[in-house]
Protein backbone atom coordinates (compact mmCIF):
# COMPACT_ATOMS: atom_id res chain seq x y z
CA UNK A 1 0.00 0.00 0.00
CA UNK A 2 1.06 3.55 -0.93
CA UNK A 3 0.87 6.79 0.89
CA UNK A 4 -1.59 7.78 -0.43
CA UNK A 5 -3.71 4.97 -0.17
CA UNK A 6 -3.53 4.70 3.43
CA UNK A 7 -4.21 8.55 3.72
CA UNK A 8 -7.51 8.21 1.74
CA UNK A 9 -8.48 5.36 4.30
CA UNK A 10 -7.38 7.10 7.73
CA UNK A 11 -9.46 10.03 6.13
CA UNK A 12 -12.62 8.62 5.11
CA UNK A 13 -12.56 6.54 8.60
CA UNK A 14 -12.60 9.88 10.59
CA UNK A 15 -15.01 11.46 8.36
CA UNK A 16 -17.01 8.22 8.57
CA UNK A 17 -16.67 8.73 12.75
CA UNK A 18 -16.92 12.22 12.89
CA UNK A 19 -20.52 11.54 11.23
CA UNK A 20 -21.43 9.38 13.61
CA UNK A 21 -20.56 11.36 16.22
CA UNK A 22 -22.86 14.33 15.16
CA UNK A 23 -25.71 11.43 14.70
CA UNK A 24 -24.77 10.72 18.41
CA UNK A 25 -24.97 14.34 19.74
CA UNK A 26 -28.12 15.25 17.62
CA UNK A 27 -30.07 12.02 19.01
CA UNK A 28 -29.05 13.14 22.83
CA UNK A 29 -29.98 16.71 22.41
CA UNK A 30 -33.73 15.29 21.12
CA UNK A 31 -34.00 12.84 23.39
CA UNK A 32 -33.18 14.77 26.08
CA UNK A 33 -35.21 18.03 25.47
CA UNK A 34 -38.20 16.08 24.51
CA UNK A 35 -37.61 13.28 27.71
CA UNK A 36 -37.78 16.73 29.77
CA UNK A 37 -41.36 17.81 28.22
CA UNK A 38 -42.91 14.64 28.85
CA UNK A 39 -41.42 14.75 32.53
CA UNK A 40 -43.04 17.95 33.32
CA UNK A 41 -45.85 16.92 31.80
CA UNK A 42 -46.54 13.88 33.76
CA UNK A 43 -44.99 15.98 37.39
CA UNK A 44 -47.63 18.16 36.04
CA UNK A 45 -50.80 15.67 35.89
CA UNK A 46 -49.59 14.15 39.34
CA UNK A 47 -49.50 17.33 41.03
CA UNK A 48 -52.78 18.31 40.30
CA UNK A 49 -54.48 15.44 40.56
CA UNK A 50 -52.84 15.34 43.66
CA UNK A 51 -54.51 18.85 44.41
CA UNK A 52 -57.81 18.19 43.21
CA UNK A 53 -56.97 20.86 40.39
CA UNK A 54 -54.91 23.10 38.37
CA UNK A 55 -55.15 25.99 40.28
CA UNK A 56 -52.27 26.07 42.85
CA UNK A 57 -48.89 27.56 42.89
CA UNK A 58 -46.91 24.19 42.30
CA UNK A 59 -48.66 23.43 39.09
CA UNK A 60 -48.30 26.73 37.99
CA UNK A 61 -44.50 26.70 38.43
CA UNK A 62 -44.63 23.41 36.83
CA UNK A 63 -46.01 25.05 33.76
CA UNK A 64 -43.55 28.27 33.54
CA UNK A 65 -40.59 25.56 34.31
CA UNK A 66 -42.19 23.73 31.68
CA UNK A 67 -42.16 26.71 29.43
CA UNK A 68 -38.71 27.80 30.32
CA UNK A 69 -37.20 24.43 29.64
CA UNK A 70 -39.26 24.55 26.24
CA UNK A 71 -37.81 27.89 25.26
CA UNK A 72 -34.36 27.23 25.87
CA UNK A 73 -34.23 23.59 23.88
CA UNK A 74 -36.34 24.85 20.58
CA UNK A 75 -33.55 27.17 19.71
CA UNK A 76 -31.23 24.27 20.04
CA UNK A 77 -33.44 22.03 17.97
CA UNK A 78 -34.03 24.52 15.50
CA UNK A 79 -30.86 23.90 14.63
CA UNK A 80 -31.40 20.41 14.09
CA UNK A 81 -34.48 20.26 12.49
CA UNK A 82 -37.32 23.14 10.66
CA UNK A 83 -38.84 25.30 13.51
CA UNK A 84 -42.19 25.25 11.88
CA UNK A 85 -41.89 21.37 12.58
CA UNK A 86 -41.63 21.85 16.27
CA UNK A 87 -43.68 25.63 16.50
CA UNK A 88 -46.91 23.16 17.75
CA UNK A 89 -45.29 21.83 20.59
CA UNK A 90 -44.88 25.51 22.04
CA UNK A 91 -47.66 27.09 20.83
CA UNK A 92 -49.59 24.09 23.45
CA UNK A 93 -47.75 25.34 25.80
CA UNK A 94 -48.39 28.54 25.91
CA UNK A 95 -52.59 27.52 25.43
CA UNK A 96 -51.30 25.41 28.75
CA UNK A 97 -50.73 28.51 30.26
CA UNK A 98 -53.79 30.52 28.99
CA UNK A 99 -55.90 27.37 30.32
CA UNK A 100 -53.96 27.73 33.30
CA UNK A 101 -54.79 31.29 34.52
CA UNK A 102 -58.42 30.86 33.15
CA UNK A 103 -58.78 27.68 35.47
CA UNK A 104 -60.58 25.69 32.90
CA UNK A 105 -59.55 22.38 34.48
CA UNK A 106 -60.83 20.09 31.24
CA UNK A 107 -59.08 22.24 28.33
CA UNK A 108 -55.84 22.22 30.29
CA UNK A 109 -55.77 18.50 30.46
CA UNK A 110 -56.99 18.19 26.95
CA UNK A 111 -53.62 20.64 26.05
CA UNK A 112 -51.61 18.07 28.17
CA UNK A 113 -52.47 15.33 26.56
CA UNK A 114 -51.33 17.12 23.08
CA UNK A 115 -47.77 18.07 24.29
CA UNK A 116 -47.26 14.42 25.31
CA UNK A 117 -48.40 13.26 21.59
CA UNK A 118 -46.48 16.10 20.28
CA UNK A 119 -43.37 14.32 21.80
CA UNK A 120 -44.16 10.99 21.07
CA UNK A 121 -44.57 12.20 17.44
CA UNK A 122 -41.40 14.32 17.55
CA UNK A 123 -39.70 11.04 18.92
CA UNK A 124 -40.36 9.52 15.91
CA UNK A 125 -39.68 12.37 13.14
CA UNK A 126 -36.58 13.89 14.82
CA UNK A 127 -34.52 10.86 16.80
CA UNK A 128 -32.09 9.12 14.75
CA UNK A 129 -33.62 5.59 13.30
CA UNK A 130 -33.12 3.63 9.93
CA UNK A 131 -36.49 5.25 8.65
CA UNK A 132 -34.69 8.59 8.69
CA UNK A 133 -32.08 7.40 7.17
CA UNK A 134 -33.94 6.44 4.47
Given amino acids: ?6 FKIV ?5 FAFLIGICVVEDRLVITSLDQVNN ?5 ENVASKNNGILNEEVSLLVDNLED ?6 STLCFLVNHKSIEPLGVEIVKLKTYLEANEDVEFFVSLETIKNYV ?12 NIL
Avoid: P
Fill in 69 to 74: SWKKNE
Fill in 11 to 15: SVALI
Fill in 120 to 131: ETFQHFMGANFH
Fill in 1 to 6: MTKYTI
Fill in 40 to 44: YCYEI
